[in-house]
């Protein structure tokens, strides 16, 4: 079964309620999805005041784990530290930092901050550098390989930077609707058309298996 940590709901620009969203995501095949809504200082604390009891109440209501988290939007790479730090003061088990991805005007910076604040998962970071690849590996962010349109544009460079420095890398859906949910075969091939061999793909599930457990520490 699946595991997706990073997606969106009606808490920022998703289309569902969380409710909705985690039932549908158990439908599709998945087993823990985190609720990583855009988030900077004028709503990451009355986010995190709803998502985390919701996320509890969903994981005992159904057989699906939902973890509450943040995705770091468009923040001043100088806040980084300051906002991943907060978010987890306030029950965030998930810090994504939206990265340098080649569609939007992510400020230069952002990737290498998000790195050394420790996220835990740097997502679509576009023309990633060899020194972030590298610093990503030494401090255990992992890197994402995105199955949405534009952020995709980066993956084959995330897996190829990612085989030279042994990253953790993770696929996620960044859904902002149902339909954005993967079926378990898109996944794979998600993995692959970025380049991975099937024992990578292999190995890239059963890393996140294994950072979805740190993450439910
Ligand atoms: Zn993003
Ligand atoms: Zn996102």
């Given at each position: 079964m699946l595991i997706d940590l990073h997606t969106h709901t009606?808490?920022?620009?998703?289309?569902?309620l969380p409710s909705e969203h985690v039932r549908r995501a158990w439908v599709k095949g998945y087993r823990a999805v985190a609720i990583t809504d855009h988030a900077d200082i004028s709503n990451i604390e009355s986010l995190l005041r709803k998502s985390v009891p919701v996320c509890r109440e969903l994981s005992a209501a159904w057989p699906i784990t939902a973890l509450p988290g943040v995705e770091?939007?468009?923040?001043p790479p100088e806040h980084i530290d300051r906002l991943t730090k907060l978010a987890r003061s306030l029950g965030a088990r998930v810090v994504v930092m939206h990265g340098e991805t080649p569609v939007e005007p992510v400020p230069p910076g952002t990737n290498m901050a998000a790195i050394e604040a420790r996220v835990d998962i740097l997502a679509h970071?576009?023309?990633?550098?060899e020194e972030e690849a590298r610093r990503a590996a030494e401090l255990g962010v992992a890197l994402e390989i995105s199955a949405r349109r534009g952020h995709c544009l980066g993956n084959g460079l995330v897996a190829s930077l990612g085989r030279k420095f042994g990253n953790t890398l993770v696929i996620n859906?960044?859904?902002?609707?149902?339909?954005?949910f993967l079926r378990e075969e898109l996944h794979r091939k998600v993995g692959l058309g970025a380049g991975l061999s099937e024992e990578e793909y292999a190995q890239l599930c059963r890393n996140s298996e294994t950072l979805l457990e740190r993450l439910m520490k």
């Open positions: 009606f808490m920022s620009d998703g289309a569902l770091l939007t468009h923040v970071p576009g023309i990633l550098t859906s960044d859904t902002h609707e149902p339909g954005d």
